[in-house]
T-cell receptor
């Protein structure tokens, strides 16, 4: 299974962009890269996923390095509601529906 | 639209007592279903997953068991709880025929074993 490395925590100011890094140097060529977030005392929610190209949706953007060994989740204008733990999860093609969760990055938003 | 329900929301149980947590999904059919446990400050640990009625795969040996008596019902049980069973239990579902595994989570059950 691909291993991930994320900062334990990050701080950002409200209304500013946030770049959350993830290192997944052992990822294989066919593994999707998922990002989820978990607000306090709630279940995780899907944020975005990608394979090779950069991806955008209404919540965030995902920038994937050309060698796919790292990715960055971008929140374009952070709000207090974006304070959460963000998980970067590679999904192997042969994962049999499993996602392997690390400890994630706790994002703190300062007003 | 699809919704996922879990109950109870919180539970305090003595060591050695039985456990039953229930999860139901509405608005979809033939989902993959998952039970996770989360210790404080940690990531999610997959306990069980199911691809169909009566089909359960266990990921971690423990005193917990899971059952799927109906297509959209997933139950987590224990005959005798241990202190180490305390945690935040999450049920999730995903679409069966999907090229990627987007999972949708319920609100969770916070279990404290005393």
């Amino acid at each position: 299974d691909a291993k991930t490395t994320q900062p334990n925590s990050m701080e950002s100011n409200e209304e500013e962009p946030v770049h959350l890094p993830c290192n997944h140097s052992t990822i294989s060529g066919t593994d999707y890269i998922h990002w989820y977030r978990q607000l306090p005392s709630q279940g995780p929610e899907y944020v975005i996923h990608g394979l090779t190209s950069n991806v955008n949706n209404r919540m965030a953007s995902l920038a994937i390095a050309e060698d796919r060994k790292s990715s960055t989740l971008i929140l374009h204008r952070a709000t207090l509601r974006d304070a959460a733990v963000y998980y970067c999860i590679p999904e192997p093609m042969d994962s049999n529906y499993q996602l392997i969760w690390g400890a994630g990055t706790k994002l703190i938003i300062k007003p | 639209s699809q919704t996922i329900h879990q109950w109870p929301a919180t539970l305090v149980q003595p060591v050695g007592s039985p456990l039953s947590l229930e999860c139901t999904v509405e608005g979809t059919s033939n989902p993959n279903l998952y039970w996770y446990r989360q210790a404080a400050g940690r990531g999610l640990q997959l306990l069980f997953y199911s691809v169909g009625i009566g089909q359960i795969s266990s990921e971690v040996p423990q005193n917990l068991s899971a059952s799927r008596p109906q297509d959209r019902q997933f139950i987590l049980s224990s005959k005798k709880l241990l202190l180490s069973d305390s945690g935040f239990y999450l049920c999730a579902w995903s679409k069966r025929a999907s090229s990627y595994n987007e999972q949708f989570f319920g609100p969770g059950t916070r279990l404290t074993v005393l």
